[in-house]
């Protein structure tokens, strides 16, 4: 059974930065792309970011490209979302998520592509 812990969630001034973690376990991670969603107060889960399963490839949605860093450590098991120039707009429960296809799933952008999910990580920017 595929199991998604996220880490590193918490309160932050803005234009600081925060650096979540997502450990997975129950299947070969290195297989798998992986992605990050959040949700704020009232509002639907959006995306935000992707990494392929080799790494080489990374997705970014608009509001957070050249901010947001996604990364993975295959040794560790981990998929990483560093955060910088953080905004009060970036409030949100964000969720780690792994796709049930292996290797190049396709729609990663989209939650429809994703089968497991994390319990999520809060993250409050103050003003």
């Known amino acids: 059974q595929v199991q998604l812990v996220e880490s590193g969630g918490g309160l932050v001034q803005a234009g600081g930065s925060l650096r979540l973690s997502c450990a997975a376990s129950?299947?070969?991670?290195?297989?798998?792309?992986m992605g990050w969603f959040r949700q704020a107060p009232g509002k639907e889960r959006d995306f935000v970011a992707a990494?392929?399963?080799?790494?080489?490839?990374?997705y970014y949605a608009d509001s957070v490209q050249g901010r947001f860093t996604i990364s993975r450590d295959d040794a560790k098991n981990t998929v990483y979302l560093q955060m910088n120039s953080l905004d009060p707009e970036d409030t949100a429960v964000y969720y780690c998520?792994?796709?049930?296809?292996?290797?190049?799933?396709?729609?990663?952008?989209?939650?429809?592509?994703?089968?497991?999910w994390g319990q999520g990580t809060q993250v409050t920017v103050s003003s």
């Open positions: 998520a792994a796709p049930d296809s292996d290797y190049d799933a396709p729609g990663l952008t989209g939650q429809g592509a994703y089968l497991y």
């Open positions: 129950g299947r070969t991670f290195s297989n798998y792309a």
């Open positions: 990494i392929s399963w080799t790494g080489s490839a990374t």
